[in-house]
């Protein structure tokens, strides 16, 4: 009797635990995202230069691949003619092109601005032990996720979802985002999928893109070289 009470205790705790993360991820999701939407968009209307905001540091102007590039230690800035408005626009970025050229791509993710694509879902698997992960996995969502909604001229509604068997269905009720995987991306949804696996590198499968890193500092890391192919800048 004393062992079945002991077993009971644990998968209560245990549950507890699983609830528990969901909810963290679900709050940390979408406070991640709202904020580092914000941000970017006030720092891309604002009228202060990148020499106002690095002023301690070396600025290093550059081309890459004919795109104006400033950098300045953990900053980077470049440069976009976007054809459908006429307008240049500065984009930021946390690494340097030159520093993610190792992140291979398997497929063309220009296709996701390019194609017809009506919604994205930032897919996050819902069984990551560690917080901290969580909140790494919000922030290279936010990375993509910040060119879509009304916040620029991809105006393609981008929302937060969890990944297919990374959740008991039993606690799906207590969350009200969608539980999507790669059979849900069709020829007008894509679905982007931050990942932690044994390589850091991007993956394509039709509408199904895959963000890898070998640790949640890497999905970061590889989410800006998927940011920056997406625009243009690097190559794929």
Request: contains cysteine.
């Given at each position: 009797m004393v062992e079945k009470k002991q077993i009971s205790k644990k998968s209560e705790h245990d549950d507890m635990e699983v609830?528990?993360?969901?909810?963290?991820?679900?709050?940390?999701?979408?406070?991640?995202l709202l904020t580092f939407l914000i941000i970017f968009y006030i720092v891309y209307d604002s009228e202060k230069s990148v020499d106002e905001v690095t002023e301690p540091l070396t600025l290093e102007n550059?081309?890459?691949?004919?795109?104006?590039?400033?950098?300045?230690g953990n900053f980077t800035k470049c440069n976009l003619f976007i054809l459908e408005t006429g307008g240049i626009y500065e984009f930021e970025f946390?690494?340097?092109?030159?520093?993610?050229?190792?992140?291979p791509i398997d497929g063309d993710v220009k296709k996701l601005v390019s194609t017809g694509i009506e919604q994205i879902y930032l897919t996050f698997p819902g069984n990551v032990e560690k917080p901290e992960d969580n909140s790494?996995?919000?922030?290279?969502?936010?990375?993509i996720g910040r060119f879509f909604g009304d916040?620029?001229?991809y105006k393609i509604p981008a929302q937060a979802a969890l990944f297919k068997g990374t959740v008991?269905?039993?606690?799906l009720e207590t969350v009200n985002v969608p539980v999507v995987d790669c059979s849900d991306a069709k020829d007008n949804v894509a679905v982007l999928i931050f990942n932690m696996a044994n390589e850091?590198?991007?993956t394509q499968d039709g509408s199904c893109y895959t963000?890898?890193?070998v640790t949640s500092d890497d999905v970061i890391l590889a989410a800006e070289r998927f940011t920056y192919s997406m625009l243009g800048i690097m190559e794929q």
């Amino acid at each position: 009797m004393v062992e079945k009470k002991q077993i009971s205790k644990k998968s209560e705790h245990d549950d507890m635990e699983v609830k528990g993360n969901i909810a963290f991820f679900i709050q940390v999701v979408g406070l991640v995202l709202l904020t580092f939407l914000i941000i970017f968009y006030i720092v891309y209307d604002s009228e202060k230069s990148v020499d106002e905001v690095t002023e301690p540091l070396t600025l290093e102007n550059y081309d890459y691949n004919g795109f104006n590039c400033t950098s300045a230690g953990n900053f980077t800035k470049c440069n976009l003619f976007i054809l459908e408005t006429g307008g240049i626009y500065e984009f930021e970025f946390r690494a340097r092109p030159t520093d993610l050229e190792y992140i291979p791509i398997d497929g063309d993710v220009k296709k996701l601005v390019s194609t017809g694509i009506e919604q994205i879902y930032l897919t996050f698997p819902g069984n990551v032990e560690k917080p901290e992960d969580n909140s790494r996995f919000a922030i290279a969502a936010s990375q993509i996720g910040r060119f879509f909604g009304d916040f620029f001229e991809y105006k393609i509604p981008a929302q937060a979802a969890l990944f297919k068997g990374t959740v008991p269905e039993e606690y799906l009720e207590t969350v009200n985002v969608p539980v999507v995987d790669c059979s849900d991306a069709k020829d007008n949804v894509a679905v982007l999928i931050f990942n932690m696996a044994n390589e850091t590198k991007i993956t394509q499968d039709g509408s199904c893109y895959t963000i890898n890193g070998v640790t949640s500092d890497d999905v970061i890391l590889a989410a800006e070289r998927f940011t920056y192919s997406m625009l243009g800048i690097m190559e794929q």
